[in-house]
C-alpha cells in the first residue's frame, strides 16, 4: 500500500489540515480523520472477533451431550435397555417410572434430540468459524491471487453474498420460528420432542451471529485495501484469510 499524498503530489507527513488525495482515500479527509476511521474499523473488527470466538467456545460444550445422547441412544436401541427397564419396573408394581421413560425416554426423543444438539451447534459456531477462516475455500483457484485481489474477493463476497443471504434467511427464519411458537408446534412423531420453535429459533439467531461476523471480516479487509501502511499489515496479521500459504 503506498503512503498517501499531499495535494502536491509529495507523501504526507502529518498535520491535522493535511488532505489525502490519489487512490484508495476519498477527496477531502485528512490524515487524521481517514487513519481514526481506519482505526475504529480495526477496534470493531477485533471486537466482534472476541465476542465470535466467546460465542464459539462456549457453543463448543454441546458437543458433549450430543455425544452423550449418541451413545445413550446407540447402546439402549442395540440391546432393548429401554424396553428391559420399562417391563422390569412394570413387573414390579411400579408405575410412575414405567411412565416415565415410556413418556420422556423414548428412542424417538433421543434422536430428535441429537439433531437439535448438531443444528444448534452449527448455527451458533457459524459465525466463529468464518472469523476464524475455518470454512471451506476453493483453494485451488483463489491461492493463486495475489493478497489485493483476494482481500477485495472478501469485500465483495460479503457485500453481495453473506449480506443478501443472512437477511434473507433471518427474515424468512423468524417468520418460521415464530410461527411455529404461535401454533405450539411439536415433533410429527408421537413420542417426538414438544416446543419445536426452540430449535427453529436458532436459523435466526444464527444468521445474526453469522452477519456480524462478516462485518468484522469486512472491517479488517477494508482497512487492508485502504488504511495506512502500519494499519494495513496490522489488519493483514488480524486476517487469517490473508495469510500466505505455506508451500
Partial sequence: MAPPLCHDGRPC????????VGR?????????????T??????ASRAIDRFQSAVGRTAAWLLIP????????????????????????????MAVPAHLIGTYFTSTKFQELEWHLHAALFLLCLGFGYVKNSHVRIEIIRERFDLQTKSWLEVIGIVFFIV?????????GFNFAARSFELNEVSSALTGLS???????????????????????LFRNLVFLFGSPDLSREAQELSPELHLSEE
Fill in 195 to 217: 416446543h419445536r420453535w426452540i430449535i427453529k429459533s436458532f436459523v435466526p439467531i444464527g444468521m445474526v451471529l453469522l452477519f456480524i461476523a462478516a462485518m468484522g471480516v
Fill in 24 to 36: 484508495g482515500y476519498p477527496a477531502g479527509y485528512s490524515i487524521d480523520v481517514w487513519g481514526e
Fill in 13 to 20: 507527513g502529518g498535520g491535522t489540515s493535511t488532505v489525502l
Fill in 164 to 172: 443478501p443471504y443472512t437477511y434473507l434467511l433471518f427474515r424468512y
Fill in 38 to 43: 481506519m482505526q475504529q474499523l480495526l477496534a
Fill in 66 to 93: 450430543m455425544m452423550l445422547v449418541i451413545i445413550i441412544d446407540v447402546i439402549t436401541r442395540k440391546f432393548g435397555l429401554l424396553i428391559v427397564a420399562k417391563d422390569f419396573f412394570l413387573n414390579n408394581g
